[in-house]
């Protein structure tokens, strides 16, 4: 083993086919060998700690008091790392509705982060998206979708934009979905208010992805089975949940799980400037929202307005409140917000030849240690 070789040992390993006792070695930012029992030779110690894999959050607006993209790029940073922090080793940068020429700016902006390795993306959500669903979106900017408009949003990105939220019912929704899936941009159907068979017209037109499944779009009802019937049955979608035991009940988490499973199913933090802070006044893009006992709400009219959640927090709720094992939480964590970015390849899991992308848990499922790419972000208390 070459000098920038370190074996992670003593340690429950999590990887997609169970959780080992055992050790994993990595060699320039990979994992090489993964195996149970004693590793062989000196080791770090973990002490009996979890490694899962480093957490890949595909929508998420801020944290630690800043939001994307802010126009400043030394503030956007600091939301990545934050976040990273927490253990999203990749996060996408979610866009709340702007007008086209404010989206554009944002986008520009960002995609200096993405190429600087801090986000792995840009998700517009909006500004294609309900009046009757927009939660927190500015209802005076939200667009019937234009594909001119579309395509000069995506140029202003320089191939960094990767996901847009659209409302597959609105006037051409359908042809901008199409573009979007032929431009290799994911088209994420969500903030709807459109039928089961509106919703399935988007999926057929090349939408993957529900943004957050349950929340802005008509509830599940038995003769209108709506969006969340159409999106959990259809093989093609991988649905986002908000695992914060505000935004979505246990109950509905495990109806998801048990219709899509663990491999369709992808936790999202959806977070905005508070999370990671205190109560108090925080913008969302146009918008101002209130946080109280950690819970954001739009200051007018009170919906709820993006999270203060971590992906650390969702993982460990997703086990220890939903009662999901370690596998499959680590798998919505993990592995299936990597497939949908199309990086399964490389992230996503504890895998021989994958990135060194790695969280360490104490005992109560706290993060206790990140890696990115075979380099400590934070290192594990006395290791
Ligand atoms: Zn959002």
Redesign the pocket.
């Known amino acids: 083993m070459g000098p920038m070789s370190v074996t992670l040992s003593d340690a429950r390993v999590v990887t997609p086919d169970g959780v080992h006792d055992g050790w994993l070695t990595i060699e320039d930012g990979r994992i090489t060998h993964v195996g149970s029992g004693r590793a062989p030779g000196a080791g770090l110690s973990l002490g009996g700690r979890t490694i899962v894999p480093g957490f890949v959050d595909i ?1 998420t ?1 801020g944290g630690a008091g800043g939001s994307y993209p802010d126009g400043d790029p030394e503030s956007a940073a600091a939301v990545a790392a934050f976040h990273l922090g927490r253990g999203s080793t990749t996060a996408m940068a ?1 866009l ?1 509705t702007a007008a086209p020429e404010t989206l554009a700016r944002a986008a520009s902006a960002l995609a200096d982060l993405c190429e600087q390795g801090l986000v792995a993306g840009i998700h517009f ?1 909006g500004p294609y998206i309900s009046k009757a669903r927009c939660g927190a979106h500015n209802p005076a900017l939200l667009r019937d979708p234009d594909r001119g408009e579309f395509r000069e949003l995506v140029r202003a990105g320089r191939g960094h934009v990767r996901m847009i939220t659209i409302a597959a019912e609105l006037p051409n929704a359908i042809d901008v979905i199409r573009d979007a899936a032929a431009e290799g941009v994911i088209a994420a159907v969500g903030h709807s208010d459109a039928t089961y068979e509106q919703t399935l017209a988007g999926v057929e037109a090349g939408a993957t992805v529900a943004t ?1 499944l349950y929340n802005a779009m008509p509830a599940l009802n038995h003769r209108e089975p709506g969006p969340i019937a159409a999106l959990l049955q259809d093989e093609r979608v991988t649905v986002e949940l908000i695992n914060d035991g505000v935004h979505v009940h246990p109950a509905m988490l495990r109806l998801a799980m048990h219709a899509a499973g663990a491999s369709r199913t992808a936790l999202i933090t ?1 977070a905005m400037a508070a999370a990671g802070m205190g109560d108090g006044r925080y913008p969302l893009g146009p918008m101002t929202v209130n946080v109280e006992n950690g819970v954001a709400r739009l200051a007018e009219g009170g919906a709820i307005a ?1 999270s203060t959640l971590t992906m650390d927090v969702a993982f460990r709720r997703t086990v220890r409140e939903v009662g999901l094992s370690l596998v499959d939480a680590a798998r919505m964590a993990s592995l299936t917000p990597a497939r949908v970015l199309g990086l399964d390849g490389e992230i996503g899991s504890i895998t021989v030849g994958k990135h060194a992308d790695l969280v360490v848990l104490d005992g109560d499922l706290n993060v206790d240690g990140v890696m990115k790419r075979g380099a400590w972000v934070r290192r594990p208390a006395g290791a």
């Open positions: 929508h607006h979610s709340v959500e957050h959806d993006g």
